[in-house]
């Protein structure tokens, strides 16, 4: 045990947000797509953490190779790398079986109604810092309808490849971190069978 205590799921929780509250947000490109603003306070954004099979920033920059052939770091593993291994350390403790390779790591970030792009299934998110609204709004269409979650200090499954969902109006400060697998890292990842020394992922974990 490195970062947190164990049996103490709340005090983790708040260490966890020790670390997300060092970060300055910013948006990602991807998820600029999904919502359409500008703000360079730090304050707001959507960042994936973790991997990615693209190898550019922009056209002249170049991202960080990673363990696996054909992946590299994302932009917020390069300006994080310690958060990789923080992140894995509370998911081993709390998830254990749950398998993930990417983060996503949002500060009151507003969240449109939405699938998650076909190649991301069940994914867990977990709700951090002092707000209120915020809520997760998860459409189970047949299998259930609407329903609302509070997600602060508490962590929700579910398939956002699957069924819509958003998040409503924040006030105060929120950060939610998404664990999710996907598919084409995984095959690389299981296809080189490298070993990561970031300690965000090995491909031991990933079947
Ligand atoms: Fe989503």
Avoid at 36 to 50: A, D, E, F, P
Avoid at 151 to 158: D, L, S
């Amino acid at each position: 045990m490195k970062y947190f205590n164990d049996n103490d799921f709340l005090g983790d929780c708040c260490i966890l947000q020790s670390f997300l509250e060092e970060m300055r947000f910013y948006s990602g490109s991807e998820r600029l797509r999904v919502l359409k603003h500008s703000n360079n306070s730090g304050n707001i954004g959507s960042m994936l953490y973790g991997y990615t099979w693209k190898g550019y920033l922009s056209p002249t920059k170049k991202r960080t190779a990673a363990p696996w052939k054909g992946l590299f770091e994302t932009k917020c593993m390069d300006l994080y790398p310690e958060f990789g291994e923080v992140a894995r350390e509370f998911a081993d403790l709390y998830f254990p079986t749950f398998k993930w390779c990417n983060l996503q790591l949002n500060k009151n970030f507003p969240i449109p109604p939405h699938f998650d792009s076909t190649n991301v299934g069940t994914s867990i998110i977990i709700g951090l810092g002092d707000y209120r609204g915020g809520k997760l709004f998860v459409d189970f269409a047949e299998d259930g309808g609407i329903r609302e979650f509070d997600i602060r200090g508490e962590m929700v499954k579910f398939d956002g490849s699957k069924y819509r969902h958003w998040v409503s109006d924040i006030e105060g400060d929120r950060y939610s971190v998404v664990f999710f697998n996907n598919s084409v890292i995984e095959k690389k990842m299981t296809a080189y069978n490298s070993v990561s020394a970031s300690g965000v992922n090995n491909a031991d974990a990933v079947p």
